[in-house]
């Protein structure tokens, strides 16, 4: 059973959130302040974080920093792309508004923990004419071997294991940090355009976009 953390302070909507979990079969754990949440976090591991961002002695935003290779949901009344923006920039996998829509909450928890199910048990990954091999670390391209440093490789993994979400530069280098040397802005847009230039040897279609001030993203 996948354990959630809900970090919100308002007791009614943080009632409304673990009920519903609880109703899916999510196992629940709760903290009402960013610092109570940061204390959790060094004691506990988490398979998904709801995060607030006006919490009381800790603010979402510096907990968001704090949290490594967890998938983090912001639930923030904040509605500026400002706020979105920024919190996809400090590793944030995505964003709702409040008021927000259960079903649609529930919907965005499920996409967050599948992708974080298939990162342990992922085979081969298919997306129009690229295939990944993951046993042997290859791709094809149009069927046709393309050969991959192990950084390259280990960008068009997480790209195509979240085919439909733009990723953040920073939340990009924590995902290829686990697999590959130390990585930086710098070297993952150098990285990004070799592995385009790679993929464009054997088709004409654009697979990776990049987004403008985010991250990147498999383009659709």
Known sequence: ??????????????NVIEELL??????????????????????????????DLMLPGMSGEELLIKVKNIPTIVLSAKISSDDK???LLSGANDYMTK??????????IK????GCCQTNIIENLRYRELELLDDNHTLLVCNQKVSLTKTEYAIIKQLLLN????????????????DTEDCDENSLR???????????DYTENEYIESIWGIGFKIKS
């Open 1 to 14: 059973m996948k354990k959630i953390l809900i970090i919100e302070d308002d007791v009614s909507i943080h």
């Open 22 to 51: 609880k109703k899916e079969g999510y196992i629940t754990c709760n903290a009402y302040s960013g610092t109570e949440a940061l204390l959790l976090l060094g004691k506990e591991k988490y398979d998904l974080i709801l995060l």
């Open 85 to 87: 923006v920024n919190c």
């Open 99 to 108: 008021p927000f829509e259960t079903k649609e909450l529930l919907a965005r």
């Open 111 to 114: 996409v967050q923990l599948r």
């Open 163 to 178: 085919p439909t979400q733009v990723i953040p530069k920073n939340k990009l280098l924590d995902l290829i940090g686990m």
């Open 190 to 200: 150098v990285h990004i355009s070799n592995l385009r230039k790679k993929i464009r």
